[in-house]
């Protein structure tokens, strides 16, 4: 993965680099925390510009998150409770449900994607809350512009302190997301367990 990553930004530079952050949003296995620190690295030697290389991952990083936007956004709350309502009763979910969450990321959507947008694991998912809750893409642009642009700035800026050692960064940064991603599923896990017991007790 990281020669092939290496092969692509030396081809084909920025717009390399463009390229693989858009694909790392719809296909989360290509990692931000090795591309961009390999772009870092590519400044450092000199072969690439620091800001430019800052603001196309930026960019591709937009960019990547608008098909799970539109996607949300195609399928909308209505749907999506509707369908919760006919067939959730095994996901423990219902329309009501929905409706809360919908209400949450209403109340509190800019600082998820803001934040969300510099944390492992969740980042490329939260474009899909974000257009289901029809968030307004002028602010879903700047919040996630906002927070990519400083997730690049961080992985970048550490490719290029670490030279040739750039891949310390998806040594460190891999294993944390991965744990988050652990403790999302437990929790979702939790979740699941205590609505089934609601629901058995209230169909006792």
């Known amino acids: 993965m990281a020669e092939w ?19 790392e949003n719809v296909f989360p296995p290509i990692p931000s ?3 961009m620190p390999s772009a870092g690295f590519a400044a450092s030697r000199g072969d690439l510009n620091l800001l430019l290389v800052i603001l196309m991952g930026t960019l591709g990083s937009v960019i990547g998150t608008l098909p799970l936007y539109y996607i949300g956004r195609a399928f909308g709350e209505d749907r999506l409770v509707a369908w919760a309502d006919k067939h959730g009763k095994w996901l ?13 990321f209403d109340r509190h959507g800019s600082k998820a994607v803001l934040f969300g947008r510099m ?6 998912l939260l474009s899909l809350p974000a257009g289901m809750s029809e968030m307004p893409m002028p602010k879903f642009l700047l919040f996630s512009a906002i927070g990519s642009a400083l997730w690049a700035s961080v992985l970048a800026g550490a490719g290029f302190l670490l030279g040739e050692h750039y891949d310390r960064v998806e040594q460190y940064v891999g294993p944390a997301s991965k744990i988050i991603l652990g403790v999302l599923a ?4 939790a979740w699941f367990l ?5 629901q058995e007790h209230a169909e006792a």
């Open 5 to 23: 990553v290496q092969n692509l930004m030396d081809s084909m530079g920025y717009l390399g680099i463009l390229l693989l952050m858009v694909l």
């Open 33 to 35: 925390e090795l591309i």
């Open 92 to 104: 423990t979910l219902s329309g009501k449900d929905i409706k809360k969450a919908d209400d949450w």
């Open 119 to 124: 944390v492992p694991g969740i980042r490329s």
């Open 186 to 189: 437990v929790a979702a896990a």
């Open 194 to 198: 205590r609505r089934k017991r609601e």
